[in-house]
Each structure stands twice: as structure tokens, then as C-alpha cells.
């Protein structure tokens, strides 16, 4: 038996490669990540030589006895990482992937052309929460069930929950789907939870861009208004490529979500569960628990303290509350104004400069570095204040 370089160089060598560009190149797509070296071995282990139908205890193979413990170790370090008590909710982590995960939500609790409300995709949702063109049903979730999105209101960026309400009360969903693949904010969850409850649906949050956020608790808990939670494994909670479902154990509009959620995962959709990634995943959820995941996740930087360190630099604005912000006086956003330094005739130019000195001092207030003298904010200024700056006499006051 040969490793790969000797077994395989071609493959080898495109594996390299690929290597080089992910280590080499600035890596800004918001569902990657770089799982660990531990969580790698894994995946590249023997568990991936083993058929393992069933759940831990109910296999239809044998040989079974360290897969069991493994996926049982996988499942409580699942609960553990997001909080959740044993009583009252249950995870299956055999689901292959995000969509996956999804499919197998709606073919537990829905029948076939049941309706389903998610996010629109142009809006930021996710195909798998269902995707038609007024030509084509493309998502396969779109196929099997009648889905009516709901969408943003574009005046504001935020979820528009009012025209939800009412096109829940009138398209009356069996289930509705909160998360999204580009939105920027938390969900409403207690609003979604009384609109769902208004027309008896289900409500379920796919956190799968934000699961690690929701693991160190940086951000809103859907745990706390959802009866199901889906997510990938490999994007912030930096896992393998995989998914996981979590559903409430007591039963929910009279369906007991567990027996159904895993009789849709095995047998209805998928066959043997992949146990390298059961494997990689547990090592994850293990370190999801850690001081250093939680530090990671909450790397960042409040509006509060980019005010102060701007002040120093004479550059004046005003910390700002975003949604989901538990302090006023500590928000996540600054607010910033164009009006007064217009007036001063700065035009795009300037505000270009003026971008990249709040980015400087951004970046000096992570670091918690002092504001270097003589940096170029402070020539700046003196360019500001002079007299041959262009249109200064336009001040008034
Ligand atoms: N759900 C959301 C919100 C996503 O953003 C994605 C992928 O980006 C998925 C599900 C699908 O995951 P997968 O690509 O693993 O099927």
C-alpha cells in the first residue's frame, strides 16, 4: 500500500497545488474556511471505510461498535456546543451536506406541494429554501413544494417581517425558514415565531453561515424560538464538509420531530452516513466549546472604541447600535456623515483618504496600538487646515 505522492503523483500534484493557491491567495468567500490539521485526520481516517446504516444501537451492519460511540460522542458535543439540554433536543449529524440537511427537514414534516415561506434568493436566501424564475422551478425544493418567498425591504436592507406577516396570513406556509446566505443581520426570531405561530407553521433557522457565531454566543440564539435548526459544518463553525439537524424532542403541531428527522435522513434520503466526516466533526464540535474558539469568533471591534481612537486622530463620528447589539454604550457600528465635509468641499477624493484613515485606526485599535505622531492623518489635517485648501471659506462657522 502507497501513500498518494507515490500511488498517485498526478492527483498528488493538483492536491498541491491547490494547497499553494488556498495558502496563497486573500480568502474572502463567506461560506469557506480552513478547518484544522486535527479535524483533516479525521476526515482522512479508516472511518471512511465503514457502512454504518442506522442510528448508534440500530445499525443493519456489523462491526459497528466504535462508530456508535463515535457518532453518540458527536452528538453530545453537538448539544454541548450550542448550549442545549439532552431533554429537550435531539441532533442528527449524518447528514451530508447543508441542502441535504434542508431536504430532509421538509420531507419529514411536509407532504409533497405543502407550502413554504424562505428568504428569496436575489435577497440573500438560499436555493435550497426554495428558488423559482417565473420560467423555471429551479430549486428542487421549489419542484416538490409550492414556495412563496418572502424578501428584504430594499429601503432599509432589513427582513420586511410586516409583508411577511401578511403574506404568511394570506399563502398560510406549513413551514417558514428563517437564515440566508448573505444578510448581514440577525433574524427576528420572536417575531418569525409569532408569525409562524399565527398560521400554524413550523418555524426552522438554517444557521449555517453564522453556526459558529451562534456556538460562542457573539450573536442571537435561534435555539430559543425555533423548533428545528439546520446547519452546514464547514463554514464558521470551521468543520468538515458536512451537516447537521437539531430539532425539539417534544413533539411540535402534534409531529414528533424525531422519529420523523431521522427516518427522512436514513432511510428516506440518504444510505450509509459518512463516518470520516462524523469523525472530523466531533473533533470540531470539541473545539467549538474552547476559550480560543470563543475568542475567534468574537474577533472584532465595537463602534465604542473606533470612536475614541478616531477622536485622538481628530476625526469625529459617533458609535453606533446595530441589531442585536446587547449595549448601547459598548454597539457594533460607528454612524458616519458626508453633509459637513461636503460643505468643506471634499469630494470623492477626500473621503477616499478619509476612508482609509478610519481603516488605520480601525486596524491601531485592534492592535491597541497608540496613534503613531506624524502619521499621515496628522499631514492631512494640516492640508485640511491650511489656508490653501480649496473652498475652506465656504465654512460658515
Ligand atoms: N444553507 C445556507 C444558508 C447556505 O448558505 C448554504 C451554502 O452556502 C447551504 C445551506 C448549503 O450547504 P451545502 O453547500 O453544504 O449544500
Given at each position: 500500500d502507497h501513500g498518494l505522492s507515490e500511488a498517485d503523483p498526478e492527483v498528488r500534484a493538483i492536491i498541491n497545488k491547490e494547497k499553494e493557491r488556498q495558502f496563497k491567495s486573500l480568502e474572502l468567500i463567506a461560506s469557506e474556511n480552513f478547518t484544522s490539521r486535527a479535524v483533516m485526520e479525521a476526515v482522512g481516517?479508516?472511518?471512511?471505510n465503514k457502512y454504518s446504516e442506522g442510528l448508534p444501537g440500530k445499525r443493519?451492519?456489523?462491526?459497528?461498535e466504535y462508530i456508535d460511540e463515535l457518532e453518540i460522542l458527536c452528538q453530545k458535543r453537538a448539544l454541548a456546543a450550542f448550549h442545549l439540554d439532552e431533554n429537550k433536543w435531539g441532533v442528527n449529524?449524518?447528514?451530508?451536506s447543508g441542502s441535504p440537511a434542508n431536504f430532509e427537514v421538509y420531507t419529514a414534516i411536509l407532504n409533497p406541494h405543502d407550502r413554504i415561506m424562505g428568504l428569496d434568493l436575489p435577497h440573500g436566501g438560499h436555493l435550497s429554501h426554495g428558488f423559482m424564475t417565473p420560467k423555471r422551478r429551479v430549486s428542487g425544493t421549489s419542484i416538490y413544494f409550492e414556495s412563496m418567498p418572502y424578501r428584504l425591504d430594499e429601503s432599509t436592507g432589513l427582513v420586511d417581517y410586516d409583508m411577511l406577516e401578511k403574506t404568511a396570513t394570506l399563502f398560510r406556509p406549513k413551514l417558514i425558514i428563517c437564515g440566508a446566505s448573505a444578510y448581514p443581520r440577525d433574524f427576528d426570531y420572536p417575531r418569525m415565531r409569532k408569525i409562524a405561530d399565527a398560521v400554524g407553521a413550523f418555524l426552522m433557522m438554517d444557521?449555517?453561515?453564522?453556526s459558529g457565531l451562534v456556538a460562542a454566543s457573539v450573536v442571537a440564539d435561534p435555539f430559543e424560538y425555533c423548533d428545528i435548526v439546520t446547519t452546514t459544518t464547514h463554514k464558521s463553525l470551521r468543520g468538515p464538509r458536512g451537516g447537521m439537524i437539531f430539532f425539539k424532542k417534544d413533539p411540535v403541531l402534534g409531529v414528533d420531530l424525531e422519529s420523523a428527522i431521522n427516518n427522512a435522513v436514513f432511510p428516506g434520503l440518504q444510505g450509509g452516513p459518512h463516518n470520516h466526516t462524523i469523525g472530523g466533526l466531533a473533533v470540531c464540535l470539541q473545539h467549538a466549546q474552547s476559550p480560543e474558539f470563543k475568542a475567534y469568533q468574537n474577533q472584532g471591534i465595537d463602534g465604542a472604541r473606533v470612536e475614541k481612537i478616531l477622536d485622538m486622530a481628530s476625526i469625529t463620528l459617533n458609535k453606533n447600535s446595530v441589531p442585536g447589539d446587547k449595549s448601547a454604550l459598548v454597539p457594533g457600528g460607528i454612524r458616519i456623515g458626508s453633509p459637513a465635509m461636503t460643505t468643506r468641499g471634499f469630494t470623492e477624493k477626500e473621503f477616499t483618504a478619509i476612508a482609509e484613515f478610519i481603516h488605520e485606526g480601525v486596524q491601531i485599535t485592534i492592535e491597541a496600538k497608540g496613534l503613531a505622531s506624524g502619521s499621515k492623518v496628522q499631514e492631512f489635517l494640516k492640508f485640511v487646515s491650511s489656508p490653501d485648501f480649496p473652498l475652506t471659506d465656504k465654512v460658515s462657522n
Open positions: 481516517s479508516c472511518l471512511t443493519y451492519y456489523g462491526g459497528n449529524v449524518q447528514p451530508l444557521m449555517a453561515h453564522i
